[in-house]
């Protein structure tokens, strides 16, 4: 600002400059000109306290931001976590249901339902690569005999007993399920009827080698009856099995305890 802008300047200036002026209109000028820079340092003083104190509440504010956001990370991390397990749980879940829904209760072999959807497939792809496939139902003999002398109780660990032995004695690729009641069947995917044969019979042996303990002085041996046809390429699913059933019936008529080949 130059003195002729500031009339108190230009005053104060010219009393300066001019000899004659009065020690009293020198110092009421000076003292003008001191109140005013005065009154500007307060002002000064007053505008640095309102922008110090604008300063600490931007920073205040902005540090609450940060908090807020900070706390949001943690909620939005806390949410995906909790999103995680509850997947994993579902996962979890849905493994142990499918589990449930193809598994035999009492035996822990596959159940009829699976059973029925892997013959489907293996049936499919023994026709799409023309590959041989066999089948066995494998039946407990005279099981109503064993349930009405012992009871269900004992019936059941019968039941228990073949499954065990049908589980050890089937290769890594064959099926082995539990057909229903005192029934099992075997699919044998890539076999041909002589192997299979040879499967089914050290199968049918192993039963009848077997003792099942009743208590401590009983114990029960029992056998199997099997029924075995090789897939002729073209027969459906039921088709297939009929014809093991018809063989299966075929060996329990000519005396059980043996394995018969579908004609």
Same mark, same amino acid.
């Given at each position: ?5 500031d009339?108190?300047? #230009?005053? %104060? ?11 009293e209109?020198?110092r009421? #000028?000076?003292a +003008? ?7 500007? @340092?307060? *002002? ?12 600490? $509440? ?14 949001? %990370?943690?909620?939005?991390e806390?949410? %995906? ?7 994993e749980?579902?996962? @979890? ?8 829904a ?7 072999? @596959?159940?009829?339902? &699976?059973a ?8 499919? *792809? $023994?026709?799409?690569?023309?590959r041989?496939?066999?089948? +066995?139902? /494998?039946?407990?003999d005279?099981?109503?005999? !064993?349930?009405?002398? &012992?009871?269900?109780?004992? #019936?059941?660990q019968? /039941?228990?007993?073949? +499954? ?5 004695? %089937?290769r =890594? ?9 005192? =029934? ?5 995917p ?5 192997e299979? &044969?040879s ?8 039963? $009848?080698a ?9 114990s029960?041996? &029992? ?11 073209? =027969? ?7 014809? !093991? ?6 060996a329990?008529?000519?005396g059980?305890?043996?394995?018969? !080949? +579908? #004609?």
């Open positions: 600002m130059s003195f002729k802008a009339p108190l300047l #230009g005053t %104060v200036s010219t009393l300066l400059a001019d000899d004659s002026a009065s020690v209109d020198l009421a #000028g000076l +003008a000109l001191l109140q005013r820079c005065t009154d500007q @340092e307060r *002002l000064l003083e007053r505008v640095t306290r309102l922008s110090d104190g604008f300063q600490r $509440a931007e920073r205040d504010r902005g540090a609450d931001y940060l908090k807020h956001y900070l706390n949001e %990370v943690k909620r939005v806390k949410i %995906v976590r909790i999103s995680d397990r509850y997947q749980m579902l996962r @979890e879940l849905n493994s142990r249901l499918t589990c449930m193809n598994t035999d209760y009492l035996t822990s072999l @596959e159940n009829r339902r &699976f029925c959807e892997q013959l489907e497939s293996a049936l499919d *792809l $023994a026709r799409r690569y023309r041989p496939l066999c089948l +066995a139902v /494998i039946d407990i005279f099981f109503k005999l !064993v349930n009405d002398r &012992f009871g269900h109780h004992v #019936g059941d019968a /039941i228990c007993a073949v +499954a065990k032995l049908l589980a050890q004695s %089937v =890594e690729g064959d099926l082995c399920a539990r057909w229903g009641g005192e =029934e099992f069947l075997l699919i044998f890539a076999t041909a009827l002589p299979a &044969f499967l089914v019979e050290e199968v049918r042996q192993c039963v $009848a077997a003792n099942l303990p009743v208590d401590d002085r009983t029960l041996n &029992f056998s199997v009856s099997i029924g075995l046809a090789q897939f002729d390429g073209r =027969e459906l699913a039921h088709e297939l099995i009929r014809r !093991v059933d018809a063989a299966l019936y075929q329990k008529r000519s059980r305890n043996r394995s018969q !080949v +579908a #004609g």
